[in-house]
């Protein structure tokens, strides 16, 4: 398992419960989610380690969720 495996098995549901909670919509939650994912694996050498990754992760979530 390499650390990208890691960082979505252990902050995937976080980031899910999350959008889940600023949109009211699952299906919504479940595809801005996958994108966060995505989001920060091509962006991870912007991950300066000052925030917790989850807060990291969140805050892509969150932009992601109110572009859409």
């Excluded at 959008?19 to 699952?26: C, I, K, M």
């Amino acid at each position: 398992m390499n650390d990208f495996d890691i960082m979505y098995r252990s902050c995937y549901e976080d980031v899910f419960r999350f959008l889940r909670g600023l949109s009211g919509n699952e299906t919504l939650a479940e595809d801005l989610t996958q994108e966060t994912f995505y989001r920060a694996m091509k962006n991870i050498d912007s991950y300066q380690g000052n925030a917790e990754l989850r807060v990291w992760l969140c805050s892509i979530a969150k932009n992601l969720f109110y572009d859409h």
